[in-house]
T-cell receptor
Framework: AQTVTQSQPEMSVQEAETVTLSCTYDTSESDYYLFWYKQPPSRQMILVIRQEAYKQQNATENRFSVNFQKAAKSFSLKISDSQLGDAAMYFC????????????????FGQGTILTVHP | GAVVSQHPSWVICKSGTSVKIECRSLDFQATTMFWYRQFPKQSLMLMATSNEGSKATYEQGVEKDKFLINHASLTLSTLTVTSAHPEDSSFYICSASPGQRGAFFGQGTRLTVV
């Protein structure tokens, strides 16, 4: 079984500043994927970034980057140059690798972090 | 690519009636889809895994007779909330995965039972 923990219920940041959201996970699997999803007020879940556990290099998508510490089972999200549109609830999630590919969509979610961006 | 469409976006129904929610993968085939329930400011709770051509797999505590799932084609899964009651009011979200890229979600359905 997998567990994902987000210990920050709420975070805030000033526009143009940088903020880091924390996430820890636990899994007995050797192959797995980690994700950050954003859920704005519209409640549409949007994939922000993903990390493959076997890759040591941290994933980056424009202003979003992760700090993946496999031994510590830590997967934090850094948002640089924060924008008002970044305000949302952010979820960390994990899924196991499955040779058949059917489990990629079965995600285990953290509790979520509400991010407020101040102008 | 990887678009998942969910319909309707919101629905209001009377207590005791049934409501059907559709989830479609528009540009990929999905042998497996997932249904989640979410309460305000809380995380997503997996309800069931929808399997094309076979029975759905329900998570512990989810009433299979209350939440009927049908996955009749590679692009469509439906969730029917039967004999709905006010406590079934919630936000329901489906997802599907085209593979290693991750899971993609429908827009969600806000169900209100009056």
């Amino acid at each position: 079984a997998q567990t994902v923990t987000q210990s920050q219920p709420e975070m805030s940041v000033q526009e143009a500043e940088t903020v880091t959201l924390s996430c820890t996970y636990d899994t007995s699997e050797s192959d797995y994927y980690l994700f950050w999803y954003k859920q704005p007020p519209s409640r549409q879940m949007i994939l922000v970034i993903r990390q493959e556990a076997y890759k040591q290099q941290n994933a980056t998508e424009n202003r979003f980057s992760v700090n993946f510490q496999k031994a510590a089972k830590s997967f934090s999200l850094k948002i640089s140059d924060s924008q008002l549109g970044d305000a949302a609830m952010y979820f960390c999630a994990s899924t196991n690798f499955n040779a058949g590919g059917t489990s990629y969509g079965k995600l285990t979610f953290g509790q979520g972090t509400i991010l407020t961006v101040h102008p | 690519g990887a678009v998942v469409s969910q319909h309707p976006s919101w629905v209001i129904c009377k207590s005791g009636t049934s409501v059907k929610i559709e989830c479609r993968s528009l540009d990929f085939q999905a042998t497996t889809m997932f249904w989640y329930r979410q309460f305000p400011k809380q995380s997503l709770m997996l309800m069931a895994t929808s399997n094309e051509g076979s029975k759905a797999t329900y998570e512990q505590g989810v009433e299979k007779d209350k939440f009927l799932i049908n996955h009749a084609s590679l692009t469509l899964s439906t969730l029917t909330v039967t004999s709905a009651h006010p406590e079934d009011s919630s936000f329901y979200i489906c997802s599907a995965s085209p593979g290693q890229r991750g899971a993609f979600f429908g827009q969600g359905t806000r169900l209100t039972v009056v």
